[in-house]
């Protein structure tokens, strides 16, 4: 499938954060545990301002796959325009489902 930019910035996030432990391993414990890369809001602020048509236009196909509006999508949603919450639910949703695709392309 073609990587967009973001992608690129998830696949950087992953190289650094890999270490000395196999991939698929890595891959495996975000799966199963979620992801620890995220910490603070800033990082992913950043990232969303940096890559806000990407994070739009992955927001708006998750909306229209599964017919739920994001405050459905999202437990803790903020209705304030640009929230930082927001931002950090996309992006941390967006990274675990790009190391989900990940794990599959190895099997």
Not at 11 to 37: A, C, F, H, T, W
Not at 71 to 97: A, G, P, Q, R
Request: charged residues 35%; glycine residues 2%; negative net charge.
């Amino acid at each position: 499938f073609p990587v967009t930019i973001i992608e690129k910035e998830f696949k950087d996030i992953i190289d650094e954060s890999v270490g000395d432990q196999p991939l698929r391993e890595y891959l495996e414990s975000v799966e199963n545990n979620g992801q620890n890369e995220f910490i603070y809001y800033y990082e992913t602020s950043d990232l969303y301002d940096d890559y806000s048509s990407e994070c739009d236009e992955w927001l708006d196909e998750k909306v229209e796959e599964t017919g739920m509006k994001p405050w459905e999508l999202f437990i803790d949603w903020d209705y304030s325009i640009n929230s930082e919450y927001n931002k950090w639910n996309v992006i941390t949703t967006m990274f675990e489902e790009f190391c989900y695709d990940l794990l599959e392309e190895l099997d």
